[in-house]
């Protein structure tokens, strides 16, 4: 195993990204600059230029036809890759849904970031979370060894024949991309291995020509969506079972759904997605400390969305602390809506704290997590809202 | 399922089927046939949202007998520059067209943006757009390459405004200051030189723009019996100067034997009715101004013409 993982190495997490990428050997590539995306774009087309990623290098003038030109290399039948942030994500939103619709397997990373207005370029969900209605599949890296190491698994979902959809893999702008951490990717010939040359199912073929992308009426159009529908719920289980062969392959496990911490005696679950996890795992350890037992649901896979997995992770807590950083205005903390009614609708009894922080890259560190627990009565009165500054608010708010 | 369709010979067969749900007289569809035909079987099309799209893909029918992918409205030129992209990387990029298509609005207005972007990067791609002046799939809306004077439903003639108040986009001379190497301008009243457009488009590596003026009897209210002859109308009278463009040079236009007046081409379509109103006199003697520049800027009339 050993001779097939390259040595661990400090990198930014955008390069190791990169890297990550070029193993996988997409044929077409499209992406527009949006911080804090860009670097992961950059290195890649210094791979191109330097003819170590053979690679069609598409520099289009949008996200919005970033999308579409990844959309129509798919369809072509080359395994094609893009990366966005933010408004990139906003601008790309209606081609989403033609690529999953569409049935095309790509994979863009989204370099997690808030959204306009105030324009702010620092990390929250905002972006992933507007996406997840569109039939992507959604994943969330903890760290920048998962981000990597996700990107080869991303691939491998999506051309799965149960599976057939795009996949988003979601990394913490900043936090991530733009952090040094230790590293091992995957040597050539193990990628090689794990991946093998994209075979599509269906391409744009001059010797067997098929029209693509026609018009449904209200005779077929809904049948079309419970397709769509089955396919995500297939993946729940092809994701469960990438992640597996991925772990005996390099001895990396990051969970494949989700990802349980100290959760197995805890009387409090701390929940979250992305980076945030690792502060979680901090605090669940502070708390047990201080004598409350407290444990972690990474929520790893956000599309398809792990109903069960939860259920069966939470039944026996007694409150369930779900901190998002991604937020509907006008109603909730997004994932706390669907972890709460997951609970709900599968009779768990807990008592479920919809919290919200880190908007707009705030952090959110161990402490804010324990004092969420300790003392909810603040937030619970602030509409989850966590470590507000009152000095900013005005006097009805 | 539906049954997939592949013709054994496909010179026997037109490449788009007759069968689709256009209306009687529509001439996009027509353009879209000698387009097809002339690029043969060994092309892929890529066709933004509108009336094209709309009657030949019905669910489960389709009037294709190439491969064909549509997307949306302002994304088709991207769209084609991934297609393209793709077939360069399976090699396969000498042995295949890719032709992009579109209306008036999705080429001039919203996607206007992606067909830069795809011009100024030099994907060998054919841009065809099928002008009929107005976004007709959605109720005859004005578009960038609606006519000075054209009545639609959001430039409609009131006592204050009669008609549309803005000319067309010059696209083809837009194309040409992307430096596109081959940009075109034809109308389904000339199917042979149509053909022979689309043909020389093809055998010259880039990007290529033709622009092919569409009569739509529903919106233009002309009789369905007058498509072709109100495309020659519209050539005949300078209102649609058909010219060729290459690397930069006027290379050729069609002559006109006799010049017609403008009033000719407007009064069967009942898009103009205002104009031959004695409120809309001013309007009327604009057009035919427009007209007059028309074969004056490109020596419609001229003795030396390519």
């Known amino acids: 195993m050993a001779r097939t993982l390259e040595k661990t190495q400090v990198m930014e997490g955008s390069r190791a990204i990169a890297a990550s990428v070029q193993r996988c050997r997409p044929q077409v590539i499209a992406a527009y600059p949006i911080t804090p995306q860009t670097h992961i774009v950059e290195h890649l087309a210094q791979a191109v230029a330097n003819g170590e990623l053979k690679a069609e290098y598409v520099k289009v003038e949008s996200e919005h036809s970033a999308m579409s030109a990844?959309?129509?290399?798919?369809?072509?039948?080359?395994?094609?890759?893009?990366?966005?942030?933010?408004?990139?994500?906003?601008?790309?939103?209606?081609?989403?849904?033609?690529?999953?619709?569409?049935?095309?397997?790509?994979?863009?990373?989204?370099?997690?970031?808030a959204i306009s207005q105030p324009i702010n370029i620092w990390n929250d969900h905002q972006d992933a979370m507007s996406a997840r209605d569109t039939g992507f599949i959604q994943i969330f890296a903890e760290d920048n060894q998962e981000a990597c190491d996700l990107q080869y698994q991303a691939y491998k979902i999506a051309e799965h024949k149960d599976v057939l959809l795009p996949v988003m893999v979601c990394v913490d702008g900043y936090v991530l991309t733009h952090s040094y951490e230790p590293v091992s990717l995957l040597d050539q010939d193990l990628a090689d291995q794990f991946l093998p040359p994209y075979e599509p199912s269906w391409a744009l073929d001059v010797d067997r020509p098929v029209t693509y992308g026609v018009m449904l009426g209200p005779g077929e159009y809904l049948e079309h969506k419970y397709v769509l529908q089955q396919a995500q719920k297939r993946a729940l289980g092809v994701i469960e079972d990438v992640a597996r062969e991925f772990g005996t392959l390099t001895g990396r496990a990051h969970g494949g759904l989700v990802e349980e911490y100290r959760l197995d005696d805890a009387d409090v679950a701390l929940v979250g997605l992305g980076s945030l996890v690792s502060a979680l795992r901090e605090a669940a350890d502070q708390l047990r400390a201080?004598?409350?037992?407290?444990?972690?649901?990474?929520?790893?896979?956000?599309?398809?969305?792990?109903?069960?997995?939860i259920v069966a992770a939470l039944g026996g807590v007694k409150r369930v602390v779900v901190i998002d950083k991604g937020y509907s205005?006008?109603?909730?903390?997004?994932?706390?809506?669907?972890?709460?009614?997951?609970?709900?609708s599968a009779g768990v009894p807990a008592v479920v704290d919809r919290f919200v922080g880190g908007l707009g890259g705030r952090p959110i560190p161990a402490s804010t997590v324990v004092r969420a627990v300790v003392s909810p009565e603040l937030p619970r009165r602030q509409d989850g809202f966590l470590d507000l500054k009152p000095e900013y608010l005005g006097e009805g708010d | 399922m539906p049954k997939v369709i592949a013709p054994r010979d496909p010179k026997e067969w037109s490449l788009f089927t007759a069968g689709h749900t256009a209306c009687a007289g529509c001439g996009q569809s027509l353009g879209a046939r000698l387009v097809l035909n002339a690029a043969g079987p060994r092309t892929i099309l890529v066709n933004a949202t509108g009336c094209l799209e709309v009657f030949t893909t019905r669910y489960p029918s389709s009037a294709w007998r190439v491969p064909w992918l549509h997307s949306?409205?302002?994304?088709?030129?991207?769209?084609?520059?991934?297609?393209?992209?793709?077939?360069?990387?399976?090699?396969?990029?000498?042995?295949?067209?890719?032709?992009?298509?579109?209306?008036?609005?999705?080429t001039a207005d919203i996607g206007f943006g992606s067909l830069?972007?795809?011009?100024?990067?030099?994907?060998?791609?054919?841009?065809?757009?099928?002008?009929?002046?107005?976004?007709?799939?959605?109720?005859?809306?004005?578009?960038?390459?609606?006519?000075?004077?054209?009545s639609t439903t959001t430039s409609p003639v009131g006592s204050e405004v009669?008609?549309?108040?803005?000319?067309?986009?010059?696209l083809p001379a837009i194309a040409v200051a992307h430096g596109v190497p081959y940009v075109a301008t034809t109308t389904v009243a000339y199917p042979k030189d149509l053909e022979k457009k689309v043909k020389k488009a093809l055998s010259i590596k880039g990007p290529k723009y033709i622009q092919i003026l569409v009569p739509c009897p529903l919106g233009w209210g002309h009789d369905t019996s007058l498509t072709i002859r109100l495309a020659r109308l519209a050539v005949q009278s300078g209102i649609f100067p058909v010219i060729e463009v290459e690397n930069g040079k006027l290379t050729s236009v069609m002559r006109i034997a006799r010049k017609v007046p403008v009033d000719e081409y407007l009064k069967p379509q009942a898009r103009f009715r205002h104009l031959f109103t004695p409120a809309g006199r001013e309007e009327l003697e604009r057009v035919q101004a427009l007209a007059d520049a028309n074969i004056e800027r490109f020596g419609l009339l001229g003795s030396k013409a390519g």
């Open chain 2, 72 to 106: 949306l409205f302002e994304n088709a030129s991207a769209v084609g520059s991934g297609v393209e992209a793709a077939l360069k990387a399976l090699g396969k990029a000498d042995d295949v067209h890719v032709i992009v298509q579109g209306g008036d609005g999705g």
């Open chain 2, 162 to 170: 009669l008609g549309n108040t803005t000319g067309k986009k010059d």
């Open chain 2, 116 to 150: 830069s972007g795809m011009f100024e990067r030099g994907h060998n791609i054919l841009y065809v757009c099928y002008d009929n002046e107005a976004y007709m799939n959605t109720g005859i809306q004005r578009s960038g390459l609606t006519p000075f004077g054209a």
């Open chain 1, 70 to 113: 990844v959309l129509g290399a798919e369809a072509t039948g080359v395994r094609a890759y893009t990366a966005s942030s933010s408004q990139g994500v906003l601008l790309m939103h209606e081609v989403l849904y033609n690529v999953a619709a569409l049935r095309l397997p790509l994979v863009m990373t989204v370099a997690n970031r």
């Open chain 1, 329 to 344: 205005l006008g109603s909730g903390g997004i994932l706390g809506m669907e972890v709460t009614a997951a609970l709900a």
């Open chain 1, 290 to 309: 201080q004598g409350i037992k407290a444990g972690v649901l990474k929520i790893r896979t956000f599309r398809p969305f792990p109903a069960e997995k």
